[in-house]
């Protein structure tokens, strides 16, 4: 059964790092496009970085660029978010989604799989 599990969120201070990690159970993410999201009280969930399959090439959504890094290991069948210099509206519950249609990197939460979230606490 495929499955993705998210761990690494926790309460951090603002200026704080934290590392994300989406690991896979039932299927290879290295053939996915691998998309990580966020969703805080009361707002729509929005789609914050993606790695695309092949090249790995990396999007961005702009208020994260520069401060987040997504990557991967397929050796560990992990796809990973660095997050440096957060902010308190970085809070949120983060997931990680894999099959999006096409294999396409999306920043759209059109993905097939999801994992069950991870929460980042941001205190000012």
């Known amino acids: 059964q495929a499955q993705l599990v998210e761990s690494g969120g926790g309460l951090v201070q603002a200026g704080g790092s934290l590392r994300l990690s989406c690991a896979a159970s039932g299927f290879t993410l290295e053939n996915y496009a691998i998309g990580w999201f966020r969703q805080a009280p009361g707002k729509e969930r929005e789609g914050i970085s993606c790695i695309r399959r092949g090249d790995d090439d990396t999007t961005y959504r702009s208020s994260v660029k520069g401060r987040f890094t997504i990557s991967r290991d397929n050796f560990k069948n992990t796809v990973y978010l660095q997050m440096n210099s957060l902010k308190p509206e970085d809070t949120a519950v983060y997931f990680c989604?894999?099959?999006?249609?096409?294999?396409?990197?999306?920043?759209?939460?059109?993905?097939?799989?999801w994992g069950q979230g991870t929460q980042v606490t941001v205190s000012s």
């Open positions: 989604a894999a099959d999006s249609p096409g294999y396409v990197c999306s920043l759209l939460p059109n993905y097939g799989y």
